[in-house]
């Protein structure tokens, strides 16, 4: 099983502030990487496929990068609607999946 | 429009049954992976497994295998979890979730809006 490991897993910042959430794969995954945003009491919404492809609808201040093992979201510029749990999610071995383990966006 | 329409919030004793559903409208249900990830309170995504309804071909997370039974219905567009004896530790909310693939992605674009299920004595 490939495993996925998130850092930090929570992380406070501030309106403005610049965020950058890592992802690490046990193993080569390519770029079959994607990154979902959670909000209390709702259903993950994707944000990034393929390691970088913005889908269609989320604004560009998100953006990914990486391959391989080593994977990246960044948030450039945080806005008040962007505090909630981001998820990293393999998809090299689809279709089993497998999800890191989160990181929480808090409030400063 | 694409929609996954899960059956509502259960309250089960230890040892008990249970069998949820989640029904796909608005494609072709038989085209998609349609895969389970579990949620516990407070706790991280964890995917449970999949099927494809085209042909029933079935896979579980190796943490998930033996736990419970994954299956689907394609002449209803509905897909099941179930589990034959719940524990407590089964409680968390569950989500169905479509797959698409193609070329250039691997994604979850659509998610079923998640079925909490609660076992208490």
């Known amino acids: 099983d490939i495993q996925m490991t998130q850092s930090p897993s929570s992380v406070s910042a501030s309106v403005g502030d610049r965020v950058t959430i890592t992802c690490r794969a046990s193993q080569g995954i390519s770029s079959w990487l994607a990154w979902y945003q959670q909000k209390p009491g709702k259903a993950p919404k994707l944000l990034i496929y393929a390691a970088s492809s913005l889908q269609s609808g989320v604004p560009s201040r998100f953006s990914g990068s990486g391959s391989g093992t080593d994977f990246t979201l960044t948030i450039s510029s945080l806005q008040p609607e962007d505090f909630a749990t981001y998820y990293c999610q393999q998809a090299n071995s689809f279709p089993a999946l497998t999800f890191g383990g989160g990181t929480k966006v808090e409030i400063k | 429009e694409v929609q996954l329409v899960q059956s509502g919030a259960e309250v089960k004793k230890p040892g008990e049954s249970l069998k949820i559903s989640c029904k796909g409208s608005?494609?072709?249900?038989?085209?998609?992976?349609i895969g389970w990830v579990r949620q516990m309170p407070g706790k991280g995504l964890e995917w449970m497994g999949i099927?494809?309804?085209?042909?029933?071909?079935?896979r579980y997370s190796p943490s998930f295998q033996g736990q419970v039974t994954i299956s689907a219905d394609k002449s209803i567009s509905t897909a099941y979890l179930q589990w034959s004896s719940l524990k407590a530790s089964d409680t968390a909310m569950y989500y169905c979730a479509r797959l698409y693939s193609s070329s250039s992605s691997r994604i979850i674009d659509y998610w079923g809006q998640g079925t909490l299920v609660t076992v208490s004595s």
């Open positions: 099927i494809y309804p085209g042909d029933s071909d079935t």
């Open positions: 608005g494609y072709s249900f038989t085209s998609y992976w």
